[in-house]
Each structure stands twice: as structure tokens, then as C-alpha cells.
């Protein structure tokens, strides 16, 4: 039942090149960078990756992209990252675009022990008829496109058969955990963090705040200890380490929107904060 790693590395040391991992977060929310640091470090190269987005450029998984680690991406958006949208449009690496609630319904069902299941989402589109470009080649052209999915009709409606989703390796990042491997979220980091658990065969979190056993009432747990083979507990440095996705700041004077009352800059600082 004890499953505390020593460090981070020495969670991630058996990641082998060409693994697969499901990594959670949304933007910067939930995102288990010290556990991403690690595995750069490592050095694993050739990696499957599954996650909503691939981090933004030189965080996150936007590390382990801008050095060429991952060759394929399984996820709902590429966003703002610009290195991700080169190397995808100029051929270095696969991506397989998937609606974001089909994403997240993957990941659950592969944790579920469900193989595939029906929805409506992407009837009608490439998602389902097939020609989304997976990789592109240099030349621009399309050298691997997504192949047409079933569809079948239930209660009048079309519906696309989406296959669930396991990976070798899972990555995430929790708010309290315990020795056993039971973890709370906090918030918006309560994300793609209980599925991306879920899906990984050997799943590895990284928590803000380490507690004994008990110390999470039963009612508390968003993922069970049986999902979690690896806790690895972060320093009041790590845990407090949180970014800013978009720093958006209004202008001096500014009536609140809720108040209508004025305030300075730097009291209605707004942004996309890692959770």
C-alpha cells in the first residue's frame, strides 16, 4: 500500500522512449510540470502523448515538445502554443484532433474497462467521415489522414463509435494526496487530473499537500488509491508555484464589473492560473 516515491525522478526512471502517457491539466490549471520536469530530464524521446492541449510554449508539455520528445499528440486543442503548430503543420509530429468531451469520455471509459462507445459529437464532420490531416508532409500535403469511423442510429440520431483510451503512463497533479495513492482536486485543476488517473496503466501524481492514511475522509476522494501507483510529495516551493496562462490588466479607474465600483490595475488583475 505504500506508494511514496523518494523524488520525481525516481518516479518517472522507468518511462521508457516510445511510451505512452495520459498527462492532465487544462491550459496551466492542474498541470503536473514537476513530474513533466522530470521526465525531460530523464530524457525519454518518442513519446505518445494524450492530454486536452500540449501545454503552452516552454511550459508544461511544451517543454518536452520544444525539444522534440513527443511524436504524436492525442487532444482537443493546440491553442496558443506556436511550436506546437509548427511542428504539427510542418510534419514533425502526429496530431489526432478529438472533440474535447470525446477526449474526456475516452479517457474514462479506458479507465472503466469500456472499449468503445457511441456519440452524436462529430457525426457529419471529418471527425467521423475521416480525411482530419494526422501529419502533414513537409511539402504541406497530407500524409496521414484520420480513417472514417461507424456510424450507427440510435432513437433517429447518428451516432460515431470513438474507441476508449489506455496508456502506458499517466501524469498528474493533485492538491492532497496520501500514502496510499487517494487524491483530491482543488477547483478547475479537478480537470482532465481524474481521467488522465484513470486511463494509465502505471498512473504517477504529484501532490501539493502529502497526508497520512485517514487523513482523507471517504466522501473527500475524487480518485481512489486503486488508480494511483506512484505519489511523489512536492516542496511548499513546488505546490505554491503557479502561473499565469494570460495576465489580462484593466485600465486605471475601471468600474468593477460586479460593483461598479473604481479600482487600480493592479486590484483587478485577471488571468488563467494553474490550480
Not at 85 to 106: D, K, W
Not at 174 to 192: Q, T
Not at 250 to 263: D, F
Request: proline content about 6%.
Amino acid at each position: 500500500m505504500e506508494k511514496l516515491a523518494a523524488t520525481a525522478g525516481e518516479a518517472v526512471a522507468d518511462i521508457p522512449d516510445g511510451a505512452s502517457l495520459a498527462v492532465g491539466g487544462f491550459g496551466l490549471s492542474g498541470v503536473p510540470d514537476v513530474l513533466i520536469q522530470a521526465l525531460f530530464a530523464r530524457g525519454s524521446s518518442g513519446l505518445s502523448v494524450v492530454s486536452n492541449n500540449c501545454g503552452v510554449d516552454g511550459g508544461g508539455l511544451g517543454r518536452l515538445l520544444a525539444a522534440g520528445r513527443i511524436a504524436r499528440v492525442t487532444g482537443s486543442y493546440v491553442g496558443e502554443n506556436k511550436e506546437f503548430a509548427r511542428r504539427y503543420l510542418g510534419g514533425e509530429l502526429e496530431l489526432e484532433l478529438t472533440p474535447q468531451g470525446t477526449l474526456a469520455e475516452r479517457l474514462r471509459a479506458g479507465g472503466c474497462g469500456i472499449p468503445a462507445f457511441f456519440t452524436p459529437a462529430g457525426v457529419g464532420t471529418l471527425v467521423a467521415d475521416g480525411g482530419l490531416p494526422w501529419r502533414y508532409a513537409p511539402d504541406g500535403s497530407v500524409a496521414v489522414a484520420s480513417p472514417p469511423k461507424e456510424v450507427r442510429t440510435y432513437d433517429g440520431r447518428d451516432h460515431v463509435l470513438e474507441h476508449a483510451i489506455t496508456t502506458d503512463f499517466a501524469l498528474v497533479r493533485a492538491a492532497r494526496g496520501d500514502r496510499h495513492g487517494n487524491l483530491v482536486f482543488n477547483k478547475a485543476a479537478r480537470n482532465f487530473n481524474p481521467l488522465a488517473a484513470m486511463a494509465g496503466r502505471v498512473t504517477i501524481a504529484e501532490v501539493e499537500e502529502l497526508v497520512e492514511p485517514g487523513g482523507i475522509g471517504p466522501d473527500e476522494v475524487h480518485v481512489p488509491g486503486v488508480f494511483v501507483q506512484r505519489v511523489v510529495a512536492l516542496t511548499p516551493a513546488q505546490a505554491a508555484d503557479k502561473g499565469i496562462e494570460r495576465r489580462t490588466l484593466a485600465a486605471s479607474g475601471t468600474a468593477h464589473p460586479a460593483s461598479g465600483t473604481a479600482h487600480p490595475a493592479s486590484a483587478t488583475t485577471q488571468g488563467t492560473v494553474r490550480g
